[in-house]
C-alpha cells in the first residue's frame, strides 16, 4: 500500500471558490421553504391559523401535518434486537402536539427564503405549553411529566450487563473509587449548514433529490419507503458536502416535509437550514450522567467496574438507526482497554424535551472512556501510584489471543502498551513534569493527564440488519478502462472531506499500477453506485476501500490476460505499472492507452475472438466479525488560571492504532479533527437549555466550537502493526481499520484527566465536562456551585 | 409596511476588477447579493450572524463578513471574493501550501481561512504560529483542527519571493529591508513535550 499523502481530489475546486454545495446548486424552478417552528419544548397544538400566510406574497403553498399526511407516512425509530424498545411515532410536522423548541409545525414554500420567512410570520399557532422534561435525572423523576404514554417513565431503551459475583468482587477489593460524571450536550456544527433540494416527477413518479449527506442510499430507501415511490425511480445526489460529522447521517422531520412538499407542490423546493434552525434542529449527542466505580486490589490490579449510565435522548427514537447506539457503547466499552475478573454496566435511554438525538462522531465512545479512564485516574491516585505504571499493569495483554471482556464483547488484541511506549519514548514525561513544575511556580495550575481508548470501526451486519434496520454495512465499486487508459469509477463511499473519496483513488491506482492522476472516481449518487453504507461508524474506507481494491485487481487480471494474448506471453509474466504494461523486470511492452484503444475500436485484432470486458465490480462489507478495533492512548496538558477558572489546553498527543494507511495526510487530518471536536467537548462547547427547555445556545456565539488560538498544536504517532500479522500479501487486501472517530473517542477523556491532574494540588476535582470556568471555581471553591 | 413592499435601492460597487449595477431590497446581505445575484457562490454562510468567517471577502482591500453587512452598505465599495482573488493568481502560493499540508478537508472553511491568511501575510510576511493562529481567529473549522492550517500559512509565508503588498500602499509591519538577512520569526512559547 502505497502510504503516499496525496492531495485531495476535490481540493483545486474547493481551493479556488469553486465549491458546489447545496446551496450553490441551481436548480431550473426551484422553490425556497422555511419553517414555522415550535417555540416551547413542550406543548398542545390547540389550532393553527395559515389563512394569511397562504395569501402573502411570493407563497406557493402553506403545510400542515395533514397536507403532508396524504403522501408521507410517519416512521418509528425501533430496532427487531430491541422490541421493548420504545419508539413513539414520528410525524414530519407536529400533529397535535410538540415537544421540543424547533420542532417543524408549519412548512411554507415559495419564490425566497426571505418571502418565506415573512409569511411565517403571519402563521398563528395556539399552543398550551406544558411542563417539559429537561435532562437525564429530570426524566427519570418520580414526577417528571409523561412523554408518551408508551414509555412510563421516559424510557426508550433499558440494558445492563452484569458479571457473576461482580457485588462481591467490590466487596473483597481493597480500593473502590467512585465518581458521578456529567457530560454536556453536543451537537456536531458542521460548518455547512443541512440542506437539500428535492424534484419530483410526476409523470414518471421519480424523486431527485440533492442532499447535503452522508448516506445516500440510506436516503433513497427511506424516501422510498416513507413516501410509497419505487426505489428505483428514486436518486439521490450528494454534492460537495460542508462537514457532516454523523448529523447528516439521519431521517430529519424537516427534511422528510421537504421532501413530500415536493411531491405534491411539483416544482423543485430547496430548503437550506440557517444556523439558528441548526442549533435547534439538527442532532444532538452525548448528554450523560454515569455513576462509576472502580475495584482494585491492594496490589494495584483492577477487579471490577461497574457504571450506571442515563442518556438523555430527544423526543424520539432516532430514525432509522435508533438510539440504543451511545448506550449499547456503555455497555461495550465500559473497562474495555483492560483486563478484570468482573464488570457491570447499565444504560438508559430516556425521552426529554430537549433536541432530537442522534450520532454525533463517537456515539459513545467518548463517554466510556471518559468513565474508564477517569476511574483509573483516581484509583491511581488514591494508591500514590504514577498512572501511566498503573495502566501497564492493568492493560488486556497484546499476546495475541482473542479475549472476550468481562463486559462479554470480544475483542481483537490490541497494542496498549505499545501506544503507551511511543507517548513515552524520547523522554516526553520528564519535559512535561518540568513543564508542570515551572507552571505551577508561576501560580498556574498545571496538568497532564492521559486516557486509552478503544475505536469500534468497521460494523458488521449484526446490529442493524438483524434488527430490521435498513441501514447497509457494505459498500461497492466499479471500474472501467476508458479509451485513453483512464481509469473511471463510481463507489459507493461518501465524501464530506475526510478524503475518503481521494483513499479510494489511490487503492484503485496502486492496484493497477496507474499513476493518480488517470484514476476517476465518483461518488454520491445512487443511479451509478452500489447500495452502500456510505459513511458513518468509521468504515468507509475499511469497507469501500477493500471493494475498490478487489475491483482493480479484477480489472488488472483482464487486461493482462488481454496483453498476454497480444503479446503471445504468459500474463503471469507481465506487470502493469506506471500506465503500460510490462515485463517483470520493468521493460515497457504496450502502453495501457495504447492497449485501451485497441480493445474499444479493434477488439477483432486480440487473438481469440475475445469480447473485452475492461470493466470490474466489486462489493464488500463484514460479515461475521461485529467491529475491527482501532485502540490508542491520548495525552492532554493544561493549564488553568485559578482567578477567572480558564482551561487551556497546550498540548496534545495521540498514539494511535489504526492498520494499513492509505494515505498520512488524511489519517492525521481525521485523528486531528476529531481531537479538537474532543476538546471542544471538554473544555467549551455545550448546548445550554433552560429549566423550561428553551435552548439557551442558540447561536455559534453562544455554542463554542474551538478557535485557532485556543487549540494546542496536536502530534499524532502512529503505532505500526506489530510483526507477525498478516500483511502485504498481493491476493488479499491491506487490512484497513477505521480511524474517523478515534480522535473524538479519547480526547475528553484525556483533557479531563489534564483538568483533575491541575487541580489535584487543590484537593480539588471535576467531573462535568465542558469544564467551563464557572465549574472550574465552583470546584476549587471559589465559588458556589 | 412589510419588508417586501420596501423600495429597491440602486447600488453601483466593484466587484473582482468589474463594475456591477443592481437594484436590491434593503434587507439583502452582501453575501447573498454576491452569491445570488452574481453567482459568485465561493463564499459561504456557515451562521450568517458574523461568527464563523466563512463568508469572507475582501472589501476596499480588507478582510469583511458578508453575511453582516448589507448589499446597500457596500455602494462605491471594491469587492474581491476568493474567486477574484484566485483567479488573478493573489493565492497561489497559499492555495499550494494549504493542499500540501491537508489544511483543508470539506473545504466550507477554506474561502474564510484563505482570505484571513492573505491578510495576514499582506501585514505581516513571517508571523510567528501564535500570530498566524490570532489571524485565523474570526473563522470556524470543524474538520482540520487549525494546525494544518497554521501550517500551511506558515509555509507560504517563508516562500519567497514576499506577499502581495498591503492594500493601503504602506510597508509590511514586520519587512526587512531588502539587504538584510531573513527576519527571524520570534520564539514562541512552546509545547510543553
Known sequence: MSGRAAPGLRWPRLLTGRGRYVADLAVRGAREAAFVRSPHAHADIRGVNVAEARAAPGIDAVFLHDDLAAVLRPWRGSHGLFPDLAAPEQTALARDRVRHVGEPVAL???????????????????????????????????????????????????????????????????????????????????????????????????????????????????????????????????????????????????????????????????????????????????????????????????????????????????????????????LSLSGAPYAMAAAGARTRAVFTNLGMSGHYRGVGHPIAAAVTEGLVDLAARRLGEDPWAFRRRNFAPYDGAPRTSALGVAFEPLPFAACLDALEAGGRRARLDAWRRDARARGVLAGYGIAAFVEMTTRGPGFYGDGGVRVSTRDGCTLRLEPSGAVRGASSVTEQGQGVETAVAQIVADALGAPLDQVEILTGDTAVAHHGGGTWGSRSLAVGGHAAWTAARRLRAEILEIAGALLQTDPAALDLQGGAVRDQDGAPRIALSELAALCHFQPHKIPGERQPQLTASAAFGPLDAPFRAGCGVQLSAVEIDPETGLVRAVDHVVAHFCGAVVNPLLVDGQIKGGVVQGLGAALSEELAYDADGQLLSATLADYRVPMAPETPDIEVLHVERPAGAADDNDDAPPRFIGVGEAGTAGASAAALNAINDALAPRDAALWRIPATPARVLAALGAIGD | MRFSDATKIAVTLHVNGRPVAAEVEPRVTLAAFLRDHLDLTGLHVGCGHGVCGACAVLMDGLTARACTLLAVAAQGARIETIEGLSDRGALRALQRTFAEHGALQCGFCTPGMLLAAHELLAETPAPSPAQIREALSGVICRCTGYGPIVDAVAAAASESPPAEPRPDGLPSADAPPSDAPPSQTPPDEGAPS
Open chain 1, 108 to 330: 411554507i414554500v415559495g419564490e425566497s427564503r426571505a418571502l418565506c420567512e415573512d409569511a411565517a410570520e403571519l402563521v398563528a399557532v395556539d399552543y398550551a405549553p406544558l411542563a417539559a422534561v429537561t435532562g437525564p435525572e429530570d426524566a427519570v423523576a418520580p414526577e417528571a411529566p409523561t412523554l408518551h404514554a408508551e414509555a412510563p417513565g421516559n424510557v426508550c431503551l433499558e440494558r445492563a450487563v452484569r458479571s457473576e459475583g461482580l457485588e462481591q468482587t467490590f466487596r473483597d477489593a481493597a480500593l473502590t473509587v467512585e465518581a458521578t460524571f456529567g457530560f454536556g450536550r453536543h451537537t456536531g456544527v458542521p460548518l455547512e449548514p443541512r440542506g437539500l433540494i428535492a424534484a419530483y416527477d410526476a409523470a414518471e413518479g421519480r424523486l431527485v433529490v440533492h442532499h447535503s449527506h452522508q448516506c445516500p442510499a440510506a436516503m433513497q430507501d427511506a424516501f422510498a419507503q416513507l413516501l410509497g415511490l419505487e426505489e428505483r425511480r428514486v436518486r439521490v445526489i450528494c454534492p460537495d458536502v460542508g462537514g457532516a460529522f454523523g448529523i447528516k447521517q439521519q431521517v430529519y422531520a424537516d427534511e422528510m416535509a421537504v421532501v413530500a412538499a415536493a411531491v405534491l407542490l411539483r416544482r423543485p423546493i430547496r430548503f437550506l437550514a440557517d444556523r439558528l434552525e441548526s442549533m435547534a434542529s439538527d442532532i444532538q449527542a452525548r448528554h450523560h450522567v454515569v455513576r462509576g466505580a472502580l475495584a482494585v486490589s491492594a496490589e494495584g490490579a483492577i477487579r471490577a467496574i461497574d457504571v450506571d449510565d442515563i442518556h438523555a435522548i430527544g423526543p424520539y427514537s432516532q430514525y432509522p438507526r435508533s438510539s440504543a447506539g451511545e448506550g449499547r457503547a456503555m
